[in-house]
């Protein structure tokens, strides 16, 4: 199964603002791309221009791209209450 | 502002054992949830020991939504196209009080959510807590959304990644060596097939821990835990191996392709992928663990740093239960001091040290590093393996032939300085 299959399993309820804001500055000087490999949703993704960006709506918020990204771009917090994935099991 | 007397900033494990211990005090207590319900952000492996924490809060246990009891414990060595399973039956695991209990979140941490509100608590979900209220370097209060609450004693239970003790200045900035990535698929299958399957009778349940080729040399390991009628199957990744550990993959591939090893791909067969999820975990051990109080305010569970991860066995749970009910414990007597300062709630600290957590965090506090040596993930698990083949292995050529290469060869690889030096480490354990 794809991973986009199993995101869409997961019952979320996205707001309109994303939760994770990226430094571009910082991003485009980054040479190991931390959060593409550590994203256990692929959320991250190069654009056609080249920069960093996360699909914030399919995020588990398990925070592990805020840890693996040791040069401080991803700012981060917890989706407001009543947003964001809701674990039917845990 | 509004003032309670104490305000739980979430309604986990932690945050709810807390909650239950003052729910008889005659506090007014509060708990903040994020989630539209307790358990709805929450995700373990996992399994839970009740032996350590009934001697804290013996009655709640009676009605809930475990799972399965465990009485199979297996523990698979993978190698490149092999792997070695020991499996660990007892009859002591068929004696009551059971051992350990697998579980889901969701369920139950939506069950004790219950169970606390009938006692007089106040869990409110949907809540997020946003920030605290400090006057003179105390901690006086919340901020969520455009309200705030005050309170005598705030306890962040608010998890791994515990914004509430950064902000308290409790702790330093996260660090990849102090965490694990955990993620994990349910798998739903009937009761009957999980239980032919793993040879269980009803209601028991079997617990199996991966270790080796799965992560690539990287520190972590798989489990799968039976529940009534689904499978917890996942990883636990180190996020400092993940950022440097060559080649380079996607970690949710490593999930993927261990479901592809036929070692998995029966005990799944037929099984339909009902969620997926991920959460982080502690991996820094004793060392990494923050300043547990200030001024008005206590941490518990995951953040206050308690868990360990033991390759076999991750701990955290049971931590998250037991130092909530001391949190409650030590706010009920500065209570009757009134007196929330620093100094009187130190008194935590104490009985966290005389506690199992401390004790056991201090006796394994060497783990972290040694889990941090590669060989363990790669080198040794294959040799497991490779060894077990051989000996299993029956060829065209005469036995004893290959036997004795093979045991010249695995004497190279294990008598020399490395795997010394590795022993000594281990020793340490
Ligand atoms: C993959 C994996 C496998 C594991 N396996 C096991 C196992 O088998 N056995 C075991 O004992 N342990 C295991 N653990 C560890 C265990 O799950 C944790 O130690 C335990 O859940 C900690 O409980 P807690 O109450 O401290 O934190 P949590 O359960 O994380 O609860 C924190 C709560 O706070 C809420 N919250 C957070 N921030 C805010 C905020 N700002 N405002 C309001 N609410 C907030 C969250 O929504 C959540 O409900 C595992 C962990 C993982 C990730
Ligand atoms: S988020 Fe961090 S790891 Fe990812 S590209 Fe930007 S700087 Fe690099
Ligand atoms: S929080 Fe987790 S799921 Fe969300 S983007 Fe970051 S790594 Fe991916």
Redesign the pocket.
Known sequence: MKITEKLALDAFKNDKESHIKLNQEICRTCRERFCIYACPANLYSLNERGEMVVEFAGCLE?GTCMVACIYGSVQWN?PR?EYGVQYRYG | MEKVDVII?????????CAYELSDSGMTILV????DF????????????LRPILKYLPEVWKGAPFERHVTKERITFMGKGNSTTFELYSDRFQEEPYPSYTLL?AKF?RWFSDLVSEKGVFVIPQ????DLIKEDGRVIGVR?GDEEIGADCIVA????????SEKAGLRSPFQPEQF?????EIIQLDSRTIEDRFGLGEGEGA?QLFIGSLTRGRMGGG?L?TNRESLSL?L?IGIESLNHMEPREEVYRLLDEFKERPEIKNLIKGGEIVEYS?????EGGIHYMPKLYTDGMLL?????G??LNMLV?????????V??VLAGRTIKRAKERNDFSAASLSEYERLLNESFILQEMKSFQHVPSLLSNPRLFSKYPQLICDLFEKLMWVDEEPKGRIYQSKIEELKRQLFNWETFKDWLQFRKI
């Open positions: 398990c917890y209450g | 900033v979430g309604g986990g494990l932690a945050g709810l054992s903040l949830e994020r989630g307790s358990g709805s952000k929450n995700v373990t492996g996992g399994r839970l020991y979140r941490d809540k997020r807590v946003d969520t239970a608010d998890g791994i990644l515990s914004f509430l694990a990535v955990g993620f994990k617990a489990f835990y996942g636990v991920a959460h982080l975990l502690a518990v569970g995951d953040a206050a308690l868990g066995t991750v701990r955290g749970m049971e931590y998250a239960i130092s909530g």
